[in-house]
């Protein structure tokens, strides 16, 4: 089945250590988000990427890091410089199907990240 | 003004009730719009597409207004399994290079 895999789903660091979190996709998807949700908050948006080797800052970049070297992953490092990490983080892709006016979204699971 | 705004909620419901959301959003051009459902400690699901004509699945509704800019979510008769809290999904116009855009949610509570 296509869909989107994070890894870990729980994931404990100590401060000053960097952590990686992965997202990895078989749906051939081109656009991949990654987005963090404070509880009782909505998403805001890290970083994005439209296609292999370019990603851009979304809205709170500082502290994060990304590359996109396969069009299947899109991995998300959580620096020592992101003062507050703990939180849920999600990965997304997009697709707009060939002749189709409407996107579709997928989101993996989710990974929770605590600082301890 | 934010770019996608929703009704702060919680909405604390009674069984049966009917019971409805708004969302606006700010970009005229944006290009499809969605409602999605998230559970406690969970991913957000998709729950519909929302369409100029009216989308309707079973006990629930999804209307654009592109005029007034605003997306709307009616639940009739509701459940305790809608509890839950839900979000509207804005995207970008075709080509933008922009991303998606999530409001920050309503949260729902129905009680027995």
């Known amino acids: 089945d296509g869909g989107i895999t994070q890894s870990p789903k729980y994931l404990f660091r100590k401060e000053g250590q960097n952590v990686t979190l992965s997202c990895e996709q078989n749906?051939?998807?081109?656009?991949m988000y990654w987005y963090r949700q404070d509880p009782g908050q909505g998403l805001r948006l890290i970083y994005y990427s439209q296609i292999v080797n370019d990603f851009q800052k979304g809205d709170i970049a500082e502290g994060y890091s990304v590359s996109r070297e396969k069009k299947e992953s899109f991995p998300l490092t959580v620096t020592s410089a992101q003062k507050n990490p703990t939180a849920f983080y999600l990965c997304?892709?997009?697709?707009?199907?060939?002749?189709?006016?409407?996107?579709?979204?997928?989101f993996g699971e989710g990974s929770w990240l605590t600082v301890v | 003004r934010k770019e996608v705004e929703q009704d702060p909620g919680p909405f604390n419901v009674p069984e049966g009730a009917t019971v409805a959301f708004n969302c606006t959003y700010s970009n005229s051009a944006s290009q499809s719009f969605f409602w999605y459902r998230q559970d406690c400690r969970k991913e957000p699901k998709l729950l519909m597409s929302?369409?100029?004509s009216g989308n309707e699945d079973g006990r629930f509704t999804a209307q654009l207004n592109r005029a007034s800019q605003y997306i709307s979510l009616l639940i009739r008769d509701s459940k305790l399994s809608d509890s839950a809290t839900y979000l509207c999904?804005?995207?970008?116009?075709?080509?933008?290079?922009?991303?998606?855009?999530f409001g920050s949610g309503t949260q729902l509570t129905v009680l027995p």
């Open positions: 929302v369409y100029s």
């Open positions: 997304a892709s997009r697709i707009r199907p060939s002749g189709s006016y409407e996107d579709t979204i997928y």
């Open positions: 999904v804005v995207t970008p116009p075709s080509g933008s290079a922009r991303q998606l855009t």
């Open positions: 749906l051939n998807h081109d656009a």
